[in-house]
């Protein structure tokens, strides 16, 4: 929960947002952020609203193969 702590600055986390999204978002200055996909295809960043959990992302299985 928010209530309980926040993310590292530049640590990306997953989140639940807007009572009904789970997305991956960076924290950064006080602030979750994730990027959205326009209908032209264009990439654009945009801040994560009413975020009311997070967690870490988990260990990535590309690098537990590498070890």
């Given at each position: 929960?928010?209530?309980d702590?926040?993310?590292n600055d530049g640590q990306y986390v997953?989140?639940?947002a807007d009572s009904a999204f789970v997305v991956c978002a960076?924290?950064?200055d006080k602030t979750f952020y994730d990027v959205l996909k326009d209908e032209n295809g264009v990439y654009?960043?945009?801040v994560?609203?009413?975020v009311t959990c997070w967690q870490p992302l988990p260990?990535?299985?590309w690098l537990a193969q590498q070890s």
């Open positions: 929960s928010v209530e702590g926040l993310p997953l989140v639940f960076e924290y950064r654009f960043e945009t994560t609203r009413d260990p990535s299985p």
